[in-house]
């Protein structure tokens, strides 16, 4: 207990974490997680918890996977790392092939980096790149939608449209245009999904084919979150607005840029959320579970088009100048490989159907109820808005209410974290039915008591 108390101290005095206001951090008590197994996280003093958001969205398999820990050890047996500037390793030589032919047709070629904003980054640099190989420099400007998240980086923060994330570092950001989120138009205007999602998806491509048919010229491409906006607090778009989007791209002459760093590997139910609208994209961006959840490791996923654009003679200067010091790292690549080579055994995707089905079943108990809002659900990913039940509203953000709740499924056994006035359910794939009742039931409990401040 001293050890804990030590580096309790340690961390509040040295350590500055991400997303985090540090004057107010340790008012939670927040926990320092010494081990993980399974589908559970354990504070250093043995309390445990369900970790219900997956360590971020990343974790797929659960934590102590034997295969990914028997993967990770058989690479550190060979090396550690080793630059592909110049060079190459068998685990991203065979980890890019299967990428490849997992991937949605005509994504030929993958580059790697270490997290979901810098795969991000590179496909906006590939696609801005790639229109001044083929002698058109003027397309330069990325169309995106407001309330968009694709990472913290300056060139991802530029796409991205969430204010209090962002606004502060307007001054840094090239120019973007917007379009209203899709989820947000088909509430306000459509009542969906309630009411006509169809009808909502039709409204926001309408919005799409007008911005491209006055400015397709000089657009160079549209990004878009593959079919769920994440970090807005789980926003699903209706049916039919990736296919739609990638239909008008097509006709004007623009790159569509999909962000699968939050959907891909399983979590929506298929391998990647573009095939449940047969979305075949010109640049993928990949992150969070493609390693399983062990190592940083991303990558971005092109077309052969856009790989043939910067082959040239050497004097020509036109290779692709971008890297980072681990790009391939041997290590995570190569339990990147055995995440996939589960994947592939089958079970895993054959399981997700009923597991997601048990969720919308259990997230019936939240709707009505005077404390939660609007209940949404993309797969094996859900928020419940929370609300103050006296007025209807969500609380003040100072106040920090969802955090109190937050903190209270975690006494509970139930380890999760807010987005703005939402409390989020992402866990792991390897998550049992009876486990996901045991979330739905924890934060019903936490929710319903912790919305009185």
């Known amino acids: 207990m001293d050890d804990r108390r030590q580096l309790q101290a340690w961390d509040r005095r040295y350590f500055w974490h991400p997303f985090t206001q540090m004057?107010?951090?340790?008012?939670?008590?927040?926990?320092?997680?010494?081990?993980?197994?399974?589908?559970?996280?354990?504070?250093?003093?043995?309390?445990?918890?369900?970790?219900?958001?997956?360590?971020?969205?990343?974790?797929?398999?659960?934590?102590?996977?034997?295969?990914?820990?028997?993967?990770?050890?058989?690479?550190?047996?060979?090396?550690?790392?080793?630059?592909?500037?110049?060079?190459?390793?068998?685990?991203?030589?065979?980890?890019?092939?299967?990428?490849?032919?997992?991937?949605?047709a005509g994504l030929e070629h993958c580059f790697f980096s270490e997290d979901g904003a810098e795969a991000v980054e590179i496909a906006v640099k590939m696609a801005a790149h790639y229109w001044r190989n083929v002698g058109r420099p003027e397309k330069q400007i990325f169309v995106t939608l407001e309330n968009a998240y694709h990472g913290d980086t300056i060139g991802a923060v530029s796409v991205g449209g969430i204010p209090l994330f962002h606004e502060v570092y307007g001054h840094l950001l090239f120019p973007t245009?917007?379009?209203?989120?899709?989820?947000?138009?088909?509430?306000?205007?459509?009542?969906?999904p309630a009411g006509d999602s169809t009808a909502a998806?039709?409204?926001?491509?309408?919005?799409?084919?007008?911005?491209?048919?006055?400015?397709?010229?000089?657009?160079?491409?549209?990004?878009?979150?593959?079919?769920?906006?994440?970090?807005?607090?789980?926003?699903?778009?209706?049916?039919?607005?990736?296919?739609?989007?990638?239909?008008l791209c097509r006709r004007f002459d623009c790159l569509l840029i999909v962000d699968e760093v939050a959907t891909g590997f399983g979590r929506t139910g298929k391998l990647f959320a573009c095939e449940w609208e047969d979305v075949e994209p010109d640049l993928m961006a990949l992150g969070k579970g493609l390693s399983g959840g062990y190592l940083p490791l991303a990558a971005t996923l092109a077309t052969a088009a856009i790989y043939q654009s910067f082959l040239a003679p050497f004097g020509e200067t036109r290779q692709?100048?971008?890297?980072?010091?681990?790009?391939?790292?041997?290590?995570?690549?190569?339990?990147?490989?055995?995440?996939?080579?589960?994947?592939?055994?089958?079970?895993?995707?054959?399981?997700?159907?009923?597991?997601?089905?048990?969720?919308?079943?259990?997230?019936?108990?939240?709707?009505?109820?005077?404390?939660?809002?609007?209940?949404?659900?993309?797969?094996?990913?859900?928020?419940?808005?929370?609300?103050?039940?006296?007025?209807?509203?969500?609380?003040?953000?100072?106040?920090?209410?969802?955090?109190?709740?937050?903190?209270?499924?975690?006494?509970?056994?139930?380890?999760?974290?807010?987005?703005?006035?939402?409390?989020?359910?992402?866990?792991?794939?390897?998550?049992?039915?009876?486990?996901?009742?045991?979330?739905?039931?924890?934060?019903h409990a936490a929710m319903s008591q912790g919305s009185h401040p």
């Not at 320092?32 to 445990?48: K, M, P, S, T």
């Not at 245009?177 to 969906?192: C, H, I, K, M, T």
């Not at 998806?201 to 657009?219: D, F, K, N, Q, Y």
């Not at 160079?220 to 778009?237: K, M, N, R, S, T």
């Open 177 to 192: 245009l917007r379009l209203p989120s899709p989820y947000g138009l088909a509430r306000e205007r459509f009542a969906a």
């Open 201 to 247: 998806a039709a409204a926001w491509l309408t919005e799409l084919e007008s911005l491209l048919a006055a400015r397709g010229h000089e657009i160079a491409a549209l990004i878009l979150e593959a079919g769920i906006q994440g970090a807005a607090g789980l926003l699903p778009f209706p049916r039919g607005v990736l296919a739609g989007a990638q239909a």
């Open 23 to 104: 004057q107010c951090f340790g008012d939670d008590d927040p926990w320092i997680i010494g081990h993980a197994e399974g589908n559970y996280v354990y504070e250093l003093d043995g309390r445990r918890c369900l970790d219900a958001i997956a360590s971020l969205w990343c974790n797929v398999h659960g934590h102590r996977h034997p295969r990914l820990d028997a993967a990770l050890a058989a690479q550190l047996g060979k090396a550690a790392h080793s630059t592909t500037l110049g060079a190459s390793n068998p685990p991203a030589i065979l980890l890019a092939k299967a990428l490849v032919e997992i991937s949605p």
């Open 320 to 443: 692709f100048y971008h890297g980072h010091t681990y790009t391939g790292n041997p290590l995570a690549c190569a339990v990147a490989l055995e995440n996939l080579a589960i994947f592939r055994d089958g079970e895993v995707l054959a399981q997700l159907p009923a597991k997601i089905a048990r969720l919308r079943d259990g997230l019936s108990a939240f709707r009505d109820r005077p404390w939660a809002g609007a209940v949404r659900q993309f797969g094996l990913m859900a928020a419940i808005e929370l609300r103050n039940p006296a007025t209807g509203q969500a609380y003040p953000y100072g106040e920090r209410v969802e955090y109190q709740v937050c903190r209270q499924a975690r006494e509970m056994g139930v380890y999760t974290r807010p987005l703005g006035d939402a409390i989020t359910i992402v866990p792991p794939l390897s998550v049992t039915e009876e486990e996901i009742d045991t979330i739905l039931t924890v934060l």
